[in-house]
């Protein structure tokens, strides 16, 4: 086996994991506060790609930098949501929970079928060509930058969890909704804010691929499925897990295509969800369930 | 109490404005076709395509394209041999499914349709050729290209479009052509594809057509991957481990921009890109996205003839319409109502026998795509259906950086840049 090419994958791997970790943990975070499983995740990643391509082209903002201003809108989208739709089915069963959102992610796609059309986008921005080479292995630069920035949310999102007023509260209602309530923290209002921000870190995400894939409308069904495989390999509501699980998947995919053909990729994916259902049904990290 | 009323009316009013919106797209997005009761002899052509569905882009574009033909035989006159008569386009949609196509063919044929016209995918024609021949209706593909579906004997099936077997032929032969022109003979090559029925089917054909013609070419490695991928860094890798000098691609117009950035990215040394016949290189939005990496690209294609007066006309119709350029698909959708109508002219009859009979001796030339005139041969196939070779080339204009370099009566540019600069060099 050539000793490059399995570096050059795993280096890949692990730089493209980085970012399946964090379109993950959205996931995670919306369903360990609220339970609810969110299918409307990848459609809401397209969109804030979306939303930073058109501020591209329209403004010639780099993706880098409406970065802010895209996940903003997103966290606004996700709020609204949660407070017009989410909220109500939460206490029903999650059968029930799952048409509602379902349909978010068919009107957030066909919205931008009808805003977009179907052809793929890709605009050429400042990074997405560069790359570092370490003698005969390549870093792709933008994969890089999204692995770094992925990482930085990941412990931004970690320090706002444990310190500010408003994660200790997301993580009370979290912990137990009663309990929540009866201390006087407005919990509809937190579910509100934990939504919005599972969507701007899946948003987040979103901005940071765009200089290494074209958008079309359909493609948010792929990395629903990619956050769930995460989620569920890293355990489910951990935050740390996710990042783990993405590390994980993105390597294996990766590197399969050395003994695979890439076709079989998702059957790589899914194997090794079977494998830690079988024998680690609560995810690598997910201990107290 | 106010807010809840003030909630309500807006539920209602956002059902009904979206309704209307939903509706309004549906509508337009069939083409709205114009239905002309003027005239009472109206002469009913059937198209067959996939208007909805996974091929919605490339169904409608059709669909547009046999209107427009129609749009324009009756402008000018109508089919004069049978007194002005009107063509009236009926519409099938066959969703990309085959057994749906056969129904809606059905259903036009009821409807009066005395000829049918379509469906762009290979599998849909061949149910729609076997209903035809049952029913005694001319079926006039204008675009299809598997070899098999007048491989049966029909009597009334017929071909405007390219074979599969000759489009095979025609990259070989370009391929040769440029090699010898330049003086370059790469050895190694890898072939790439999308893993559906299309792309499976051409690049398995042209690996064995490549073997045949003699050509000094070792294909040194197969890379497949799913169709609608997002990431091809690992695949790319595997091409750079396998050290080609060509890349026979066989793609579809998302994955192009992403191999072509990333053997840019990995510094994949290469003599240049050669598609055996695929779409991903030529779309504007591609030629946009990529600009200088795209440069010198080769795709083997059947394409639109620019140059020709009915193309340019042709053009200008559609893009006032559509305010899209009419690519090739659509231009051949174009020329089989041409075809159509040109055979209604001679036999200046709708009794399918007689239809058999003057398609068989057609001689159309007046067409906007590239290629000799239309006459069919035994099996119903285009002898005149000609692949061009095409080379995206700098160009201050966007739209004309695709330009053809070969056959030489229909090239835009005489000159072809083989070895093609490395795509960080430039």
Redesign the interface.
């Given at each position: 086996m050539?000793a490059?090419?399995t570096i050059?994958?795993i280096i890949?791997?692990i730089l493209?994991g980085g970012i399946y970790g964090l379109i993950a943990m959205g996931l995670s975070l919306i369903f360990g506060v609220m339970g609810v499983i969110n299918f409307a995740h990848g459609q809401m990643m397209v969109m804030a790609m979306y939303v930073s391509y058109w501020i591209f082209v329209l403004l010639g903002l780099d993706p880098y930098l409406s970065l802010i201003i895209v996940v903003a809108v997103i966290f606004v989208m996700g709020y609204v949501i949660q407070a017009t739709v989410v909220n109500r089915i939460i206490d029903y069963p999650e059968a029930m929970q799952v048409l509602p959102l379902v349909s978010i992610g068919l009107i957030l796609e066909n919205l931008a079928l009808?805003l977009w059309g179907?052809?793929?986008?890709?605009?050429?921005t400042i990074l997405?060509?560069?790359?570092i080479w370490i003698g005969p292995i390549?870093i792709?630069v933008s994969?890089l930058i999204a692995f770094v920035l992925a990482i930085f949310f990941t412990i931004l999102i970690f320090l706002f969890l444990k310190k500010t007023n408003i994660g200790k509260c997301i993580r009370a209602a979290s912990d137990n909704r009663m309990g929540a309530i009866l201390v006087g923290i407005d919990v509809n209002r937190i579910y509100n804010a934990s939504f919005g921000l599972g969507a701007a870190t899946t948003a987040a995400a979103g901005v940071l691929l765009l200089p290494?894939?074209?958008i079309?409308p359909?493609?948010g069904h792929?990395f629903t499925l990619t956050a769930f495989i995460v989620v569920i390999l890293g355990g489910m509501g951990n935050l740390l897990g996710a990042l783990v699980g993405g590390l994980i998947l993105g390597v294996a995919?990766?590197v399969s295509?050395?003994f695979l053909?890439?076709?079989l990729?998702?059957v790589v994916s899914f194997s090794i969800l079977i494998i830690i259902m079988l024998f680690r049904p609560q995810g690598i990290l997910g201990g107290k369930k | 109490m106010p807010r809840k009323k003030l909630g309500n009316m807006d539920r209602r009013t956002f059902i009904k404005t979206s309704s209307m919106i939903g509706l309004g797209a549906a509508v337009t997005s069939f083409g709205v076709p114009k239905l002309l009761r003027a005239a009472p002899p109206t002469i009913k052509i059937g198209s067959v395509q996939p208007a909805t569905g996974p091929l919605a882009v490339i169904g409608v574009g059709q669909r547009r394209g046999n209107q427009l033909a129609v749009d324009y035989i009756n402008a000018m006159g109508g089919i004069k041999s049978m007194g002005g008569a009107k063509l009236e386009l009926l519409l099938g949609d066959s969703e990309s499914k085959p057994e749906i196509g056969r129904s809606e063919a059905d259903r036009l044929i009821k409807a009066g349709a005395s000829v049918i016209t379509g469906p762009f995918q290979s599998g849909v024609a061949l149910a729609i050729s076997t209903l035809c021949e049952q029913r005694q209706v001319p079926f006039i593909m204008d675009v299809a290209a598997l070899d098999k579906i007048t491989d049966k004997g029909y009597k009334y099936t017929f071909r405007v479009f390219i074979t599969v077997s000759g489009l095979l032929n025609g990259a070989i032969k370009y391929l040769k052509m440029v090699t010898d022109m330049k003086g370059v003979m790469p050895k190694r090559a890898v072939v790439t594809n999308t893993a559906d029925a299309f792309g499976k089917g051409m690049s398995g054909g042209f690996v064995k057509f490549l073997e045949k013609s003699g050509l000094p070419i070792e294909v040194v490695d197969k890379v497949q991957y799913p169709l609608g991928i997002h990431d091809l860094s690992a695949e790319v890798a595997r091409i750079k481990a396998a050290k080609p000098d060509i890349l026979f691609p066989v793609s579809r117009p998302g994955d192009g921009i992403i191999l072509t950035r990333e053997l840019y990215k990995q510094r994949v040394e290469l003599l240049g890109i050669f598609g055996p016949g695929s779409p991903g290189w030529y779309e504007p939005d591609v030629i946009k996205d990529l600009d200088k990496l795209i440069y010198y690209v080769m795709v083997n294609v059947p394409w639109i003839n620019p140059e020709s007066k009915v193309y340019q006309q042709a053009n200008a119709a559609f893009q006032k319409a559509h305010s899209r350029y009419l690519d090739t698909n659509s231009a051949y959708a174009y020329t089989g109502v041409l075809v159509i109508a040109d055979i209604l002219e001679r036999t200046a009859s709708t009794d399918p026998e007689k239809i058999l009979k003057a398609t068989r001796q057609t001689n159309f030339t007046n067409h906007p795509v590239v290629g000799g005139p239309v006459q069919f041969d035994q099996k119903g196939n285009n002898t005149g259906a000609l692949t061009a070779l095409i080379q995206v080339q700098p160009d201050q204009d966007l739209l004309k950086r695709v330009k053809i370099v070969a056959p030489n009566e229909f090239a835009q540019s005489d000159k072809i840049v083989f070895p093609a600069p490395q795509l960080w060099k430039r």
């Open positions: 050539d490059t090419l050059q994958l890949q791997g493209l009808l179907p052809d793929h986008r890709s605009p050429q997405s060509l560069e790359s390549m792709d994969r290494l894939m074209p079309s359909h493609m792929d995919e990766l295509t050395l053909p890439a076709t990729k998702q | -």
